[in-house]
């Protein structure tokens, strides 16, 4: 009877002990399930950043390829704009010479034209002495000056005083356009073309050859008209000469003056082309 109670009593307490054991072995493997799941969902959000990560990437490279070729395309449109710059600032310098020769060439025909009418319209002169002029005529019309112009440009208007120079000078008769020049400027010293008719005078010099003299008369044109609108003509025209005198440190410095102080003029254009020809050695 007591090996039955003593029995009995080691199986209470066998039971009671397995109870706790048997709860913690579940708790456990609740424990390590849980643990799994956190793995699996940690490996899952792992895939996803990296999934994420590569798109943006992926995105980034699609970026600075388009911000590459937006940069070529700018770099291109940039190009073509300076381009088509150049070429309008090309075709306005042409436009711009062909104009000025146009002016000129207008000019050159109107003086022609004032110079075949001038002396077509001049009395000739017969070598008959039985028939000579009265003295009541040779007093009212006024004598013939050299170059055609009469008496020093009296009765002679400043028009068709200059014009006749200018006659004179498209015709390659240099001595008589110089001559009348100086009168123009001799009969009309404040009018408007007297510093035109100075630089004309150095411009018959330069295409007659005298290159000494066309210096001297730029000189004067520069030092009596300052502030003339034929300066810049001047100061190329002198540089022409200086060149032809083979003073090339003179012509520089005339042409320099020019480009510097009237760049938007005719002359100050073609002085910088005068000195592309004639640059400084190094």
Not at 26 to 40: G, N
Request: negative net charge; proline residues 5%; hydrophobic residues 35%.
């Amino acid at each position: 009877m007591t090996q039955r109670v003593i029995g009995a009593l080691l199986g209470v307490i066998l039971l009671a002990a397995a109870s706790p054991a048997s709860a913690a072995n579940k708790e456990h493997q609740q424990l390590m399930a849980d643990l799994r799941m956190l793995q699996e969902q940690s490996q899952v959000l792992q895939n996803l950043i990296g999934t994420v990560t590569e798109t943006l990437k992926a995105v980034n490279t699609r970026l600075d390829q388009q911000g590459e070729t937006t940069r070529k395309a700018f770099a291109d449109q940039k190009l073509v704009i300076d381009n088509l710059t150049n070429d309008v600032r090309v075709i306005r310098e042409r436009l711009d010479d062909n104009n000025v020769r146009i002016g000129s060439l207008t000019q050159e025909v109107d003086s022609l034209r004032q110079s075949l009418q001038q002396m077509g319209s001049r009395p000739s002169v017969t070598g008959d002495a039985a028939d000579p002029p009265s003295a009541g005529a040779a007093s009212s019309s006024p004598a013939a000056a050299p170059g055609g112009q009469p008496n020093g440009g009296i009765n002679v208007s400043p028009k068709q005083l200059f014009d006749s120079a200018m006659g004179d000078y498209y015709s390659g008769q240099y001595d008589l356009a110089i001559v009348g020049f100086s009168e123009y400027i001799r009969s009309f010293p404040k009018s408007d073309q007297a510093d035109d008719a100075q630089v004309n005078i150095c411009m018959a010099y330069l295409q007659d050859g005298k290159n000494d003299k066309a210096v001297e008369a730029c000189d004067l044109a520069i030092r009596t008209y300052p502030t003339g609108d034929k300066i810049p003509d001047a100061y190329y025209r002198k540089g022409l000469a200086l060149k032809n005198l083979r003073d090339l440190n003179g012509a520089r410095d005339a042409w320099d003056h020019v480009v510097k102080a009237f760049p938007d003029s005719d002359a100050g254009r073609l002085a910088k082309q005068g000195l592309e020809q004639v640059k400084r050695p190094n």
